[in-house]
């Protein structure tokens, strides 16, 4: 157990009279710096979240209504594009987009879908859920963001589309994409779910930079519900009404279904919890920033590297990822935890080393990713959030300086 000294517990603490904490196991048992507190997240806006919910509450109309209405205008407004179709969570939108791509003709089962393999598993779901393949890219391992230089020699007769995948609130989109989609013919699909408010180098949001973009509002994200959510952007009208019928049961006018659709609607309490957090999400962002920057600003140890980003991008540090360097990434956790400070994994076993994917085509084809595996031994996502205190941050750097 480390003596923990010293440490500015009283802003932490509660109910609890300043002074030291003697040692690390008296702080774990009093209190952790959790990973993300989703009650103060929701206490942060908790009047105006309450006062929403009573709203819907009290109107009688819980689906498919005025909540979802103004939440979809909005949003496409705050993203900058022409339409979003909300949807039941982000792994839907995901599964909407390609499957209205189907449904329109520009895609078929079969077709190949280019994707970093450095991703969570959903991007990966949305994609084989529809018989598409994915045509796993390495990330470039400074940034841990799609390797531009490697997308062009993934493609094939076959390749329908590239999706990227804002990770860790961090802009993935450089303009070697674009040229290359262009180029090739080739949809840009955006996984935003971890990205909402991140804007690229030339200003855009991501989210309004490709074809179709799929957002989700799991509790724990930027913008996050209080349950599940999500919704498909984009500017193309055809693929808006295809997937707001495919989240429909498929159903285009009542009782007429055009699609094999499935019931995937985001409903009218959600909606209108997530209209009130949209109007505070550059503030909630702005604090993720600072804390982002702290941690660039104090932390300096040997054993850890820090991921760059883009140049010129605004991110907006869903995750703040380090990694820890000869193996000592699960000590390091430990050593943490010891501490009374919660970290997760973002992502211990990559997509293509699961049991869900372990078939004789994935195994001869997409084995050599290296950078994603080593990636995968190294990372560790420091607390980052809306509401972490700046004395948590100092305590959480000057902790992790201590380590050896
Ligand atoms: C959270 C997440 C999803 C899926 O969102 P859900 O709402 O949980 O279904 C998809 N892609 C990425 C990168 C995510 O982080």
């Not at 973009?213 to 930027?222: A, D, E, L, Q």
């Not at 006018?253 to 409903?267: C, E, I, Q």
Request: with cysteine; hydrophobic share 40%; charged share 20%.
């Amino acid at each position: 157990m480390m003596p923990l000294g010293t440490v500015p517990f009283g802003s932490f603490v509660k109910n609890v009279p300043n002074g030291t904490v003697p040692n690390g196991i008296f702080f774990y048992l009093c209190n952790m710096i959790p990973f993300l507190s989703l009650k103060e997240v929701t206490e942060l806006h908790g009047a105006e979240i309450e006062e929403a919910v009573k709203r819907v509450v009290s109107s009688g109309w819980y689906l498919q209504g005025a909540e979802n209405e103004r939440f979809e205008a909005d949003y496409a407004q705050f993203i900058g594009s022409k339409y979003c179709v909300g949807c039941a969570n982000g792994l839907d939108a995901l599964i909407w987009i390609f499957r209205a791509y189907i449904e329109l003709g520009v895609m078929k089962p079969g077709d190949e879908v280019i994707v970093p393999a450095n991703t969570y598993i959903a991007t990966i779901l949305s994609i084989t859920e529809n018989e598409l393949k994915p045509v796993l890219v390495e990330p470039k391992a400074d940034t841990l963001q799609i390797d531009d230089s490697k997308i062009e020699e993934a493609i094939t007769p076959k390749t329908r589309a590239v999706c990227i995948v804002h990770l860790y609130g961090r802009n993935a989109y450089t303009d070697r994409i674009g040229e290359i989609c262009r180029k090739y013919g080739l949809k840009l699909v955006e996984d935003n779910a971890q990205a909402h408010g991140c804007i690229c180098a030339d200003g855009r949001k991501t989210g309004s930079i490709g074809d179709a973009s799929g957002h989700s509002f799991y509790p724990g994200k930027n913008l996050g519900a209080l349950g599940d959510g999500g919704a498909v952007i984009t500017n193309d009208p055809d693929l808006a009404a295809a997937v707001r019928t495919l989240a429909n049961y498929g159903s285009s006018a009542k009782y007429v279904f055009k699609y094999m659709g499935r019931n995937s609607r985001l409903d009218e309490i959600q909606a209108a919890v997530l209209d009130v957090k949209l109007k505070h999400l550059e503030a909630d962002n702005a604090h993720r920033q600072k804390v982002a920057a702290m941690y660039y600003e104090g932390l300096r140890n040997p054993l850890i590297s820090l991921p760059e980003c883009l140049p010129d991008a605004q991110n907006v540090y869903h995750l703040f990822p380090i990694l820890v360097s000869e193996n000592k990434r699960d000590e390091l956790q430990s050593y943490l935890k010891e501490n009374g400070i919660e970290t997760l994994i973002h992502y211990p076993i990559p997509p293509h080393k699961q049991e869900c994917y372990a078939t004789e085509e994935w195994n001869r084809s997409q084995l050599n990713l290296p950078i994603t595996e080593k990636l995968a031994a190294q990372e560790l996502s420091l607390p980052i959030g809306p509401t972490i205190s700046a004395d948590n941050i100092n305590y959480i750097i000057d902790t992790i300086n201590r380590f050896r």
